[in-house]
């Protein structure tokens, strides 16, 4: 975050010579020898940063600042960037930067961390007794309370499945909830929501054997899930090599699409990998 | 107090209407099949083969990462992500042939799928496209029964490809459209008889 603030504060606001803003990445100083720059980054013959370092726009420190485009693809080098701290990440550590994961729940011991409860939880529920949901004192409605660190439209298709569900699904979510003995909670709504699929709980957070605590956890939370290339990813993108151009032509930007195959989930109410999660909404007649 | 039931009867009998005409919302799946009626996919009846090949719904709904942010532009790639075409389902159903290789099958309706010039007689006229470039007929008719069955047909007990007599009658045929008889005889089988008698 600081290095974003960095960057867009880039340029303040000046008269005729360009200055730097006070929070601009600093110039001149020496890059340290723990670091490594990527290819095409130079520095000046005493290894100092200087403007090109960053900038591929040519003189950029004799320019006024109305006269420079931000815009341009090689005002920072490599761009656009789109997300502008995988710019700075070339050359910075990006973990130090990373926010906190508070789905890791779990001390060493196995308890759960009551700092990391209460980011959700106005107070730490009883392991013993998880509440019901009106009971868990959540701060936030639990349709709103993923997206303090989560996109509304954190993966394809998550917004089409947030809207209420209707009476043939309805009777596949219960007959799933029983088959499988766990919960597929919907929203105060009834909706689909985040945690009908997902789990917000480490596991073993609730007792695996209770329906809130059972889940798909194949991998630990700080591993994640597991994506491994598929030979069907050729056949994917020749699928859809006629209509991405159109797409992306709308939308002004590349669009990557492509199917790497799913091999362990984590934080899964069931496995999604093989169909499980969606059949426990979706039936078909043939 | 008729003027009075006459309204009540009136509104109830307008919020029917109004209940009942009200256009419900498709579900997202449903306006894709609206979308492609010509296209028929029976989910139950691909959960074994697909999970054989290691692909299940994700392969067609797929739910990865993105980091976009606006919904509407979610909504465009996740549709393009969710509409197999071609290359997917012929993977299996044309290139390997490892799923029922009848267009049928997936297309009920052969007319929507076929080129534009089988629309008229093409059955007759077929010859000259089929000799400059017979793998354009395979990549459809990829069972070579289908030109066997017409081309090799041959008299058998069960059946007879012409009727009794056409010995005696076939002349005026074979001259109006002698390209008729080449698709199953060749020149031989007209010189068998027809062939000059030496002197």
């Not at chain 1, 730490?124 to 868990?136: N, S, T």
């Not at chain 2, 532009?73 to 549709?79: D, G, P």
Request: glycine letters at 4%; hydrophobic letters at 30%; charged letters at 30%.
């Amino acid at each position: 975050m600081r290095l974003l603030m960095l960057f867009s504060l880039l340029l303040a606001t000046s008269g005729h010579a360009l200055e730097l803003s006070s929070r601009h990445h600093p110039v001149g100083v020496v890059v340290p020898e723990s670091m490594t720059l990527p290819d095409g980054i130079r520095t000046d013959d005493k290894g100092r940063l200087i403007c090109a370092t960053c900038h591929g726009i040519e003189d950029l420190e004799d320019k006024r600042r109305e006269e420079i485009d931000v815009e341009a693809e090689d005002f920072l080098h490599g761009g656009p960037w789109r997300k502008l701290d995988a710019f700075c990440f070339q050359c910075h550590d990006e973990k130090p930067y990373q926010r906190l994961n508070i789905h890791l729940q779990l001390d060493e011991k196995g308890a759960p961390m009551e700092e990391t409860c209460n980011h959700c939880h106005r107070k730490m529920p009883d392991r013993e007794h998880p509440p019901e949901r009106d009971e868990a004192e959540l701060r936030l409605p639990v349709e709103r309370i993923c997206l303090g660190c989560h996109l509304k439209t954190p993966h394809l298709n998550a917004l089409a499945h947030s809207r209420k569900p209707d009476e043939k699904i309805l009777e596949n979510i219960r007959a799933a909830e029983k088959e499988h003995g766990i919960i597929l909670p919907l929203d105060s709504k009834g909706h689909v929501t985040c945690v009908t699929c997902h789990s917000p709980h480490e596991k073993s957070v609730i007792d695996p054997q209770h329906p809130a605590g059972r889940q798909t956890a194949d991998r630990s939370v700080e591993e994640g899930p597991e994506y491994l290339p598929s030979r069907w990813d050729s056949i994917y993108q020749a699928d859809k090599k006629e209509r991405l151009p159109e797409l992306e032509k709308k939308l002004g930007r590349p669009v990557l699409l492509q199917y790497r195959r799913l091999t362990a989930e984590v934080l899964m109410r069931l496995p999604a990998r093989d169909g499980s999660l969606c059949r426990a909404c979706h039936s078909f007649d043939d | 107090m008729k003027r009075f039931s006459s309204i009540v009867l009136l509104s109830l009998l307008s919020l029917m209407g109004v209940a009942g005409n009200a256009p419900e919302e498709k579900h997202w799946w449903e306006k894709r099949a609206d979308q492609r009626p010509q296209l028929y996919f029976p989910h139950n009846a691909h959960d074994q083969a697909m999970e054989e090949s290691g692909v299940l719904c994700l392969a067609c709904h797929p739910f990865s990462k993105t980091d976009e942010t606006d919904p509407e532009a979610v909504a465009e790639m996740s549709a393009v992500a969710n509409e197999p075409l071609e290359a997917i389902c012929h993977s299996c159903h044309v290139e390997d042939r490892s799923a029922p290789t009848e267009c049928r099958l997936c297309h009920p309706d052969p007319k929507k799928i076929w080129p534009r010039d089988h629309d008229l007689d093409y059955e007759r006229l077929h010859g000259p496209d089929a000799l400059e470039d017979e793998r354009v007929c395979n990549s459809c008719h990829l069972d070579l029964n289908y030109c066997v069955g017409c081309h090799f047909r041959r008299d058998a007990a069960s059946h007879r490809e012409h009727g009794l007599g056409y010995r005696l009658s076939h002349g005026l045929e074979a001259r109006m459209d002698p390209q008729q008889c080449s698709s199953c005889h060749n020149p031989s089988y007209c010189f068998d008889c027809h062939r000059e008698i030496d002197p």
